[in-house]
């Protein structure tokens, strides 16, 4: 069922964001023209607990949908970070001053994989201790809450929570830890 690409053409190139236009061949040899593909780095994001079983959520304006939203850390795998866990330990202790002593990961997930080329991975991070303050990015006002399970629980089965790629794995942590109710 995959497909053979022909021709590609980068339309759009920018620090966090590529567009691709592709020609490709269906292996009926039917030709898609044009098929556009928006590339991404890699993301990583984390279900944190601390050592006293607080979630640890981040609120931030998302100004494409002129929110502002509860999410869980995550970011950008870096060119330097040596692992994908070492990416997310980076993003958490950037983001909210906390390091962890246990992770686990979770999985992989994608945004929307017809028109996104990147992958988002998914860790549980256990014990997490404050250890300095935050240390953002230029453009990043990220608001740090720690939340006790149940009241995220709750929140959760509100609908609070929007960003479906945290969704995503805010119920992989939940079920890791058997907190889910199925």
């Not at 060119?79 to 992770?103: M, V």
């Not at 991975?121 to 006002?141: I, V, W, Y």
């Amino acid at each position: 069922m995959k497909w053979e690409v022909i021709k590609s053409e980068q339309l759009f190139n920018d620090l966090w964001f590529k567009v691709r236009k592709d020609v490709c061949r269906t292996p009926e040899g039917k030709i898609v023209d044009p098929y556009y593909v928006y590339e991404f780095p890699t993301w990583v994001t984390c279900f944190a607990l601390t050592e006293d079983n607080k979630v640890i959520m981040e609120q931030q304006y998302r100004h494409a949908i002129g929110e502002v939203c509860w999410e869980i850390p995550g970011g950008c795998v870096d060119e330097d970070d040596a692992s994908l866990e070492d990416a997310i330990k980076r993003e958490l202790l950037e983001e909210t001053g906390y390091e962890f002593s246990h992770f686990e990961y979770l999985g992989k997930t994608c945004a929307n994989p017809s028109t996104n080329n990147n992958w988002m991975h998914m860790f549980l991070a256990t014990g997490g201790r404050k250890t300095s303050d935050q240390h953002l990015d230029p453009n990043e006002e990220i608001r740090v809450a720690l939340m006790d399970l149940e009241t995220f629980k709750q929140m959760f089965r509100n609908n609070e929570f929007i960003q479906s790629m945290h969704v995503t794995c805010m119920l992989y942590a939940l079920m890791k830890l058997g907190e889910l109710e199925v």
